[in-house]
């Protein structure tokens, strides 16, 4: 005969829950009637030989060391840097308890929040002058980075021959050699919406929508800017609002493309030209905006549904790895860069007149609520210095043009203060419907360029001082 032996595991260990109180307490506590362990003050010292043993009280915002072989306990809460400043995760009034110098009172252009009011750098970004490029009347402009060494390069529609053009700039916006039409004279119904140019090893690659097809050019800079390198086509339906983003290894392309519906699109080259993957399409009947942006370790995809504000997230061979919804609302001219461990998006809503911003994981996942920056604002854009981020915006005043401005967000927060100040001049205006284009400076700092209401292409510095 077999015999089985059963157990209740209720009665073994106390029912659900409560196996931590079969745990022994540590040296010099006790068990409570709460089932925490406390103090027990009839302990006498507790032994000791280093601090690891002297987690006597089971606080973390107390600090318990070993001192002379006893263990003691500091009621003041936790100073780790032994500033003399309690941590705030203690209630205290330390935001960086591992920094000895903060907090301060007020701020230095360092990326840290020094006066712990969760505001990084605030009040220390400032506009420079203005630098005018160009005297064409222009829209749908495009600012990048020279990819390795200081320098700038702007793309942009000339508005009235409708031509595709290329600046080089030097690190503070003066033009290089003379403007570079990289199109022919267009038709007004053949606007290619927008533009895009980004750096890449030896120059930029620029992306539009010609003739109904997508149109990407190589610009070398290895003996000054030259006509492109080559050209070439992608798509079969009319493709409008392109943009690209280069990853370090390829480059991933997205545009709109129109058949009778709206098709967010997007393909992943090789700087030569070699289609890695694509083109691939998101089914989707929503105005034409759609930008495509490398987050550090992932491409991301930043669309408009019926619906909600989308996010695709794309690995560099554009397999999809994930996707999410940042907003629940409209969200025109998308736009996110990442800082750190998290993104940051900012985008329009054409039914409030608003400018949004909201934090997102590396995964897409929200972190933070969704707040608004620019009240009135459309046509949004953002970029990251690595300390803090900045998004510019245009606001309206009832007609096609508006005011441009701009705002500093503190890059490594997750709720969602911002600088409360307008950094740009008030007599910048710029075309409503064209999001001015914002990249990160050489330095701490960015540059944006935009068209402006009386004629002209300008760049300006915006510096942390």
Not at 131 to 145: C, E, H, P
Not at 171 to 179: C, T
Not at 281 to 291: A, C, Q
Request: charged letters at 20%; a negative charge; aromatic letters at 8%.
């Amino acid at each position: 005969m077999r015999l089985g032996i059963f157990f209740s595991f209720s009665t073994v260990w106390g029912g659900a829950g409560c196996a931590d109180e079969k745990r022994p307490c540590p040296i010099g506590t006790v068990r409570a009637p709460s089932g925490e362990c406390v103090r027990d003050e009839d302990a006498g010292d507790v032994v000791c030989e280093s601090d690891a043993e002297c987690d006597i009280d089971a606080n973390p915002c107390t600090v318990d060391r070993c001192v002379s072989g006893v263990c003691e306990t500091s009621p003041d809460g936790l100073d780790a840097d032994e500033d003399g400043f309690v941590s705030t995760a203690c209630g205290g009034d330390d935001c960086e308890d591992t920094n000895p110098i903060v907090p301060i009172e007020g701020e230095i252009c360092n990326g840290v929040d020094d006066d712990c009011d969760t505001i990084v750098d605030e009040g220390l970004y400032v506009a420079g002058t203005d630098v005018q490029i160009s005297d064409d009347f222009a829209v749908n402009v495009s600012l990048a980075r020279v990819h390795e060494g200081a320098g700038y390069g702007v793309l942009w529609v000339r508005d009235t021959t409708w031509e595709i053009v290329f600046q080089l700039l030097d690190e503070d916006g003066a033009p290089l050699g003379d403007a570079q039409p990289l199109s022919g004279v267009r038709k007004r119904t053949d606007v290619p919406g927008h533009v895009a140019l980004v750096g890449v090893p030896g120059g930029f690659v620029a992306g539009w929508g010609q003739e109904g097809l997508v149109q990407h050019a190589f610009i070398s800079l290895e003996s000054g800017p030259e006509f492109p390198g080559f050209i070439e086509s992608l798509g079969k339906t009319e493709a409008r609002h392109v943009d690209a983003a280069y990853s370090g290894a390829v480059l991933g392309l997205a545009w709109i493309g129109i058949d009778s519906f709206y098709w967010p699109t997007w393909a992943i080259l090789e700087l030569d030209g070699t289609i890695v993957s694509g083109p691939t399409r998101e089914e989707n009947t929503t105005p034409p905006t759609v930008r495509i942006e490398w987050l550090g370790d992932r491409f991301g995809l930043l669309f408009e549904t019926p619906e909600a504000g989308n996010i695709l997230l794309l690995d560099e061979t554009g397999t999809v790895l994930g996707s999410g919804a940042f907003t629940d609302g409209t969200a025109a001219t998308p736009a996110a860069v990442r800082e750190g461990d998290l993104v940051h998006v900012v985008w329009s809503d054409r039914k409030a007149l608003a400018v949004y911003h909201r934090v997102l994981g590396a995964d897409g996942a929200r972190v933070s609520n969704e707040l608004v920056i620019g009240p009135g604002g459309y046509s949004a854009d953002v970029a990251g210095d690595g300390a803090g981020v900045l998004a510019a915006w245009i606001v309206g005043d009832g007609d096609y043009w508006g005011e441009l401005q701009a705002r500093v967000i503190g890059a490594g927060l997750e709720a969602d203060p911002v600088a409360d100040a307008v950094i740009l001049p008030a007599d910048d205006r710029a075309d409503l419907y064209t999001p001015p284009s914002v990249v990160a400076g050489p330095d701490r700092g960015f540059g944006i360029a935009f068209g402006a209401q009386s004629g002209g292409v300008f760049f300006d510095r915006i510096v942390c001082e």
